[in-house]
C-alpha cells in the first residue's frame, strides 16, 4: 500500500461530499445557466480527477445550452446526475489503479479508519481550504502517477 493512500483517500471524499452537494441541487432540477457555469469553473477549481471529467462538462455544457435557448428538458438535469454519479465511482478506481487497493485501509461499514483519520488531522489539522486540499491530493495522484505510469 502507498503510504499516501489514506490521505488520498480522505481528501477524495471530501471532494465527493462537495460534490455531493451540487447533485442535489442538480436532482432538485432548481439550477439555472449562471450557476452551471460556476460549477464548470469550480470543477477545474475544485476537482481533482480531470481526465474524468469529460462526459460531466459534456452534459453540463448540453444543459446550460438548452437553459440558454429557454428550452430544456428534465432529462438534461438527470444526465448531469448521472454523470456525476460516474465521476464519483471512477475516482475511487483510478484512486486504486494509482496508489493500490484501500481495502487495508477501510473500515467494515466502507469508512476511512480512524487511525488513519488521526494522523490525517495529526499533520494537516483542519486548516486546509478547499483549494490547499485539492492541491495536495494533485501532488499524491501526480506522484503516483510519475512513479506508476498510469495517467
Known sequence: MNSMLP???ILTLRQRRRLGQFEDAVQSCSLDAERLLEFIEWMGLGLSFHR???PLRAAVKVLIKDLEEGEY????????????DNYKRAC??????????????????????EKYQFAFRENYG???????????L??????????TGVH
Open 92 to 113: 475511487w478506481t483510478e484512486l486504486e489503479e494509482r496508489l493500490g487497493s484501500a481495502e487495508a485501509c477501510l473500515d467494515e461499514a466502507g469508512n476511512v479508519l
Open 126 to 136: 483542519e486548516s486546509l481550504d478547499e483549494l490547499a486540499q485539492k492541491q495536495l
Open 138 to 147: 494533485d501532488a499524491i495522484l501526480d506522484s503516483a502517477t510519475s512513479s
Open 52 to 54: 474524468l471529467q469529460g
Open 73 to 84: 428538458e428534465h432529462a438534461l438535469y438527470r444526465e448531469v446526475g448521472y454523470q456525476i
Open 7 to 9: 490521505t488520498a483517500m
